[in-house]
């Protein structure tokens, strides 16, 4: 059984477009996370949710809009893709006040053409 | 925002011991540390984590100098599969902002 899983793994797509990126967790934990991993392969955290609430936001254009059905599912929606936000995408998710093991999905590669 | 140095690449013999230093030189006392590998292609994983003590579990040992600047995380018997990016993550435990920072990390290579 995967932990956090996303879907898809790969999204290749043109400028200007809107896609959807999903996760979902089956480990029960009340926090999840997304993070950019770009070009030069540095990882930075995006967003984070716990129990459906926004947390983090670092500063991520508007385009970027996460969305939080129930605390199992984190999804990611990005409006008017620029080549700019071609990375690799990864959710994760963690229990919340412990902060002991984060567990991430596999990511997803999105190219912008 | 690291706080964190790590050197940028290390080579270790298959079956040897890889040990990987971090230096944190300004962390404080209720910061742990934290250590994720990235296999190629793959999504972090977790390796180990300590506040002042050394530990072990069954992936590794973290051994934190007594002043808490300095740690290495020990793979005993490195392998193949252990070929990865190591992450040395300086975190304050605790409450809902568990904000993983990555810094570049080490590339460690394991030869046969």
């Known amino acids: 059984d995967t932990a956090v899983s996303q879907t898809p793994k790969y999204l290749v797509t043109q400028m200007g477009n809107d896609k959807s990126i999903k996760c979902e967790q089956n480990?029960?934990?009340?926090?999840m996370y997304w993070y950019k991993q770009d070009s030069k392969k540095f990882l930075k955290i995006m967003f984070s949710?716990?129990?459906?609430?926004?947390?983090i936001n670092e500063t991520v254009p508007n385009r970027f809009s996460p969305k939080s059905p129930d605390k199992a599912h984190l999804n990611l929606h990005i409006n008017s893709l620029e080549l700019g936000d071609s990375a690799v995408y990864f959710c994760?998710?963690?229990?919340?006040?412990?902060?002991?093991?984060?567990?991430f999905g596999q990511g997803t590669r999105l190219t912008v053409v | 925002d690291a706080k964190t140095t790590q050197p940028p690449s290390m080579d270790c013999a298959e079956g040897r011991a890889a040990n990987l230093p971090c230096n944190h030189s300004t962390i404080s006392g209720n910061e742990y540390v934290y250590w994720y590998r990235q296999i190629h292609s793959q999504g972090p994983q977790y390796i180990i984590h300590?506040?002042?003590n050394n530990e072990t579990n069954e992936m590794a040992s973290l051994i934190i100098t007594e002043d808490r600047k300095s740690s290495t995380l020990i793979l005993p018997h490195a392998t193949l599969r252990d070929t990865a990016v190591y992450y040395c993550i300086v975190l304050n435990s605790g409450g809902s902002n568990y904000k993983l920072t990555f810094g570049k990390g080490t590339l460690l290579t394991v030869n046969p």
């Open positions: 480990l029960g934990h009340d926090t």
């Open positions: 949710y716990n129990n459906k609430e926004l947390i």
């Open positions: 300590g506040l002042k």
């Open positions: 994760a998710s963690s229990l919340p006040g412990q902060g002991i093991e984060a567990f």
